[in-house]
């Protein structure tokens, strides 16, 4: 008896029912094969409660006495000593049925009454020594697998810390290509304003800005055509004044010449003075036109046209300023200034002083804002790529990766096995594939959406390959390849503790709805032992372990 329950059974007169304290009953109804008890504690050495409800394998705290359901037993079985072995309880059915059950029971103690005969002799010797030969080897195992794990999360660890340390300096990138962005966007406005209107600075003057050394040339023409302009007007007047002096003289001459002296020559003479005297006088330089000419000849000053005001200047006006300045020329001299003005836009454009707007870029900007542009355009690019680059960084490390962020160690690590027609793998926190041994395409199965934790009941093969019982992390897949006549396929891949990472067994469930059962150390020493090696945790077949 366990010693756990055994004081319910030490009173020598009377029995009461563990879980119904009000029953009480004479010592001889104890194991008389017949049940008395709700609970079936008074034949924990008999058959005769094995109709009632098991006790869950998975609440041992309703095996002490509890008060729990008077129809469930109180025990969870016969309670087998092994001596030289592990105890163990071995289900009420199996108690006196006529078989031994060595597996569970290797004393042979729950065949006591010698059903039909049966003998069950102790073989816990044997079986006990075979045993710890194998958990000694399960135990070697498990430390192997344990310390790998501790290799996985190391590694996970140092891979976590890369992550961390790239989105640091993600932070700092993006700081920096932030700064350089808002200089480069000054620089295109920078580039746009000097092309509307660029003249670069010249070496006329140390005030020439970008339009200096045109308006220094122009003011320069203006001053030529003023100072020719007087010269032709002085000669003009010294021309007239010496024209008025010989027609006085020739008309002084016509009426004191002597008609009697018989003179052709003179008398030629003075009929030529005649006609030249009766003919059109051509226009007089009336005083209008004189006014014209004053004003003409006067400083631009005077006429209102400072140059200096924009030899020195070098706002965006400064081109406006040079188309219009025309304007407030003469008419007359208009033309052909505006001539010699394109002449000299074209020598600038020529020797690179100005910019040509007359051959813009596609997008109709100049080459320099194109190229301005261009380096703007590759920073804001740069930008968004480490801001991507980031938010997927911050969301890996938000990623569930398994307890200690152990998975991220395993991260696309491939394991697979043949079964029928096919190998399958699985890549963790991947995905699933099925591929045809005789070749051919590759159908995936599903892709890796997170874990989970579930509970398995499994047997353990004696191998240790397998999932044995209790809570275990599973992989979930989805959305695989479409079914023909069914839904995407998908796996559900159970992990459990072992040396190395195996596939040890697939089972398509329904049609196209996988299950996986996957050893890996990843998942050792993680929910109380983990895996299928954990050895004593494992449920074996038929039988109930004693530490529940
Ligand atoms: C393939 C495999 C099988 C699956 C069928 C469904 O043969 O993927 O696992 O059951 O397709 O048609």
Redesign the pocket.
């Known amino acids: 008896m366990k010693p756990r329950v055994a004081k319910f059974y030490k009173d020598a007169t009377a029995f009461t029912c563990i879980s119904n304290p009000a029953t009480a009953l004479p010592i001889a109804r104890l194991n008389d094969d017949y049940c008395d008890c709700p609970d079936g504690s008074d034949e924990p050495g008999t058959s005769a409660c094995a109709h009632l409800s098991p006790l869950s394998p998975h609440n041992p705290a309703n095996g002490a006495g509890a008060a729990g359901s008077n129809t469930t037993l109180a025990l969870p079985g016969f309670y087998c000593k092994n001596k030289g072995h592990v105890p163990a309880y071995v289900p009420f059915t199996s108690v006196n049925d006529g078989k031994c059950d060595y597996d569970v029971c290797c004393d042979g103690s729950e065949e006591w009454e010698g059903v039909g005969g049966v003998k069950c002799e102790d073989r816990c010797q044997t079986i006990g020594k075979e045993w710890r030969k194998q958990d000694e080897a399960r135990q070697k195992s498990l430390g192997t697998a344990g310390k790998k794990r501790k290799e996985l999360v190391a590694e996970a660890g140092r891979l976590r810390k890369q992550v961390e340390d790239r989105i640091q300096s993600l932070g700092t990138e993006i700081e920096g290509s932030e700064i350089k962005v808002k200089q480069l966007e000054q620089e295109v406005a920078d580039v746009e304003r000097k092309e509307k209107g660029r003249v670069v600075k010249g070496s006329v003057s140390k005030k020439a800005g970008k339009l200096g050394v045109v308006v220094g040339l122009a003011k320069q023409r203006t001053e030529e055509l003023r100072e020719t302009l007087e010269r032709v007007r002085g000669e003009r007047d010294s021309s007239t004044s010496r024209l008025q002096e010989v027609e006085r003289i020739l008309s002084t001459f016509k009426e004191e010449y002597n008609p009697n002296f018989n003179d052709e020559g003179v008398k030629r003479a003075v009929r030529a003075w005649e006609d030249y005297a009766a003919r059109d006088k051509g226009p007089d330089v009336d005083a209008a036109h004189d006014r014209d000419l004053d004003a003409m000849t006067k400083s631009d000053k005077e006429n209102g046209l400072d140059w200096e005001e924009y030899e020195g200047d070098d706002d965006d006006s400064e081109a406006d300023v040079l188309y219009a300045f025309e304007s407030y020329l003469p008419p007359s001299i208009r033309g052909w200034l505006d001539q010699k003005l394109r002449n000299l836009r074209s020598t600038l454009i020529d020797s690179g002083i100005l910019a040509d707007t007359s051959a813009p870029s596609s997008s109709g900007d100049s080459k320099s804002v194109t190229d301005a542009k261009d380096r703007l355009t590759a920073a804001e690019k740069e930008v968004e790529k480490h801001r991507k680059t980031l938010t997927e960084h911050q969301d890996d490390l938000a990623k569930d990766f398994g307890p200690d962020d152990v998975f991220r160690a395993l991260k696309d690590q491939c394991v697979s096995t043949d079964a029928g027609e ?1 190998t399958y793998e699985v890549c963790f926190l991947s995905k699933t594939t ?1 591929k045809p041994k005789k070749g051919g395409g590759h ?1 995936n199965m599903g892709n890796f959406v997170g874990l989970e934790r579930i509970v398995v009941d499994d047997e353990l093969p004696p191998n240790g390959k397998g999932l044995g019982s209790g809570e275990r992390i599973a992989m979930k897949h989805e959305n695989g390849q479409h ?4 839904p995407n ?1 998908s796996t559900l891949v159970v992990l459990a503790c072992s040396e190395v990472n195996e596939v040890w067994r697939i089972v ?1 469930e329904e ?2 709805v ?1 299950r996986m059962e996957v050893g890996t150390p990843a998942v050792c020493e993680v929910l109380g032992g983990g895996g299928g090696r954990a050895g004593m945790e494992g449920k074996k077949a038929g039988g109930v372990r004693d530490e529940l």
Request: proline share 0%.
């Open positions: 096919y099925q159908t079914c023909w006549n069914g396929r398509e049609k196209c996988y």
